[in-house]
């Protein structure tokens, strides 16, 4: 079986290649800043910009044979038949990734005495976007803000180089010294990138015009995408409040046009309270069911494992069994005061607790059990085929799970062992209601 990722190629790997491509990128954005003072400004000379300029070049070229190494793990040779795929992809690699390499660590601009083609040491630029999306893919509960960190940092690139090339294209006295040219040309670009444009410095000549419109339609659009940006990652911070928020403003509705009577209106509010603190507003069988199966079953597992684990019914059982029960727990919500099923209802489903406290009812409002996390109820019914010999009613707010005869059927198959317990305790637990009944 073919088990690799579309993107293995670009896996985050070990600690060691994590801490190369963070001193790549560094060196990279060194770079970046560098390149276009250099077009502008006399610091080609200067100690620091050698050191970055010969630490770049170095970097660079350590960094082919790595990649390849890098390549060669991820997509091992092998004698599967589908090895003709191997080739294409490596074809691929090399012409997209190795050749952008390549061009980035030659310093044409030395060898052919031409400064301006050090601006195609820029390429290496990909490289560090590439690995963005990789820290992004590695990291996935802080994506949102690693994104917005990425965007800031290419608009800080973007920005810096506009500056540049405003000064470069700017004719006659800026400044005074390089600084202050700097920091005018700096003022400028963000004034006219974010179209607020205070008219202090104009553009004179024609060439100065079209670089001013061409960065203000680009503001334009940089700025638009960071605000769409924010609005969505605002939008998805957190869907259990979305829907809890949605929730109250549908319930504010309905109350104040009188649908609901006033008795009800605190019980509303409470419930949807619950489920937002306790994260149950976001539905997760809607993700979970464009999972594979395999997968679907490890999720399941996870987000059930406090209550899996606690169930002393399970103990000893295997993860492949405990994966297909999880799979089949449904959740369910209870309110104080809520009844879950009423004494001689038909049962096709039993019950596992997993917070909150419930009532077990029998012989006219006598309570005879309660039942709490961990504990099971409703297996009378499923499992000796009668009607319910209790009523069971929330106490409390609860969070359980319902597993359908059918599914019981299912998972209790792989298990005969477990069956027999929750057969066992069926009997024991009927055999006391009857005798109570009869007492
Ligand atoms: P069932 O009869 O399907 O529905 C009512 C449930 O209450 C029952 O299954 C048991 O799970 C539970 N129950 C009934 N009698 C007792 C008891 N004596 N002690 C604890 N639980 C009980």
């Given at each position: 079986m073919n088990d690799r990722s579309p993107h293995r190629d670009l896996e985050p790997g070990s600690a060691g290649a994590i801490a190369w491509n963070a001193i790549v990128s560094l060196v990279t954005t060194a770079m970046a800043i560098l390149v276009p003072l250099e077009l502008v400004f006399s610091v080609r000379s200067h100690p620091a910009a050698r050191l970055i300029d010969a630490c770049f070049t170095i970097v660079c070229l350590i960094d082919i044979p790595f990649r390849l190494q890098q390549f060669r793990e991820a997509n091992p040779e092998s004698a599967d038949p589908d090895e003709a795929l191997?080739?294409?992809?490596?074809?691929?690699?090399?012409?997209?990734?190795?050749?952008?390499?390549?061009?980035?660590?030659?310093?044409?601009?030395?060898?052919?005495?031409?400064?301006?083609?050090?601006?195609?040491?820029?390429?290496?630029?990909?490289?560090?976007?590439?690995?963005?999306?990789?820290?992004?893919?590695?990291?996935?509960?802080?994506?949102?803000?690693?994104?917005?960190?990425?965007?800031?940092?290419?608009?800080?690139?973007?920005?810096?180089?506009?500056?540049?090339?405003?000064?470069?294209?700017?004719?006659?006295?800026?400044?005074?010294?390089?600084?202050?040219?700097?920091?005018?040309?700096?003022?400028?670009?963000?004034?006219?990138?974010?179209?607020?444009?205070?008219?202090?410095?104009?553009?004179?000549?024609?060439?100065?015009?079209?670089?001013?419109?061409?960065?203000?339609?680009?503001?334009?659009?940089?700025?638009?995408y960071l605000v769409?940006?924010?609005?969505?990652?605002?939008?998805?911070?957190?869907?259990?409040?979305?829907?809890?928020?949605?929730?109250?403003?549908?319930?504010?509705?309905?109350?104040?046009?009188?649908?609901?009577?006033?008795?009800?209106?605190?019980?509303?509010?409470?419930?949807?309270?619950?489920?937002?603190?306790?994260?149950?507003?976001?539905?997760?069988?809607?993700?979970?069911?464009?999972?594979?199966?395999?997968l679907r079953a490890e999720v399941s597992l996870h987000l059930k494992r406090d209550l899996l684990e606690r169930c002393e019914l399970f103990t000893g059982t295997d993860v492949d069994f405990m994966k297909e029960l999880a799979i089949h727990l449904r959740p369910m919500v209870l309110t104080p005061g809520d009844t879950v099923f009423r004494e001689g209802d038909e049962g096709r489903e039993m019950y596992f607790v997993a917070r909150g406290e419930l009532d077990v009812i029998a012989n006219e409002g006598r309570r005879i059990a309660t039942m709490g996390p961990g504990d099971f109820f409703g297996e009378i019914a499923l499992i000796l085929d009668v009607p319910r010999t209790a009523t069971v009613a929330a106490r409390s707010y609860c969070d359980v799970y319902t597993l359908s005869g059918s599914n019981f059927d299912r998972v209790m198959a792989r298990r005969p062992d477990v069956h027999a317990r929750v057969e066992r305790e069926a009997k024991r637990r009927h055999g006391r209601s009857t005798a109570d009944t009869d007492a």
């Open positions: 191997h080739r294409p992809r490596l074809l691929t690699f090399m012409f997209r990734w190795l050749s952008l390499d390549l061009i980035a660590a030659i310093p044409f601009h030395y060898l052919l005495g031409t400064p301006r083609l050090e601006l195609l040491r820029l390429v290496k630029l990909a490289r560090v976007g590439q690995f963005m999306r990789v820290w992004r893919r590695g990291r996935l509960r802080f994506a949102d803000q690693m994104l917005i960190v990425f965007v800031l940092y290419w608009m800080l690139l973007v920005g810096h180089g506009t500056a540049c090339g405003w000064i470069a294209l700017r004719v006659g006295p800026m400044g005074e010294n390089a600084a202050t040219e700097y920091v005018d040309a700096v003022y400028w670009t963000v004034t006219t990138l974010t179209t607020v444009g205070y008219g202090d410095i104009t553009p004179r000549t024609d060439a100065e015009k079209l670089y001013a419109v061409g960065t203000m339609v680009a503001g334009l659009a940089f700025f638009g769409g940006l924010l609005a969505s990652i605002w939008g998805k911070r957190d869907p259990a409040r979305a829907r809890f928020e949605a929730q109250i403003d549908r319930l504010a509705v309905a109350v104040r046009y009188g649908y609901i009577p006033r008795s009800l209106e605190r019980r509303l509010y409470d419930y949807h309270y619950y489920m937002w603190q306790h994260r149950l507003g976001y539905d997760e069988s809607e993700f979970l069911s464009e999972l594979p199966r395999n």
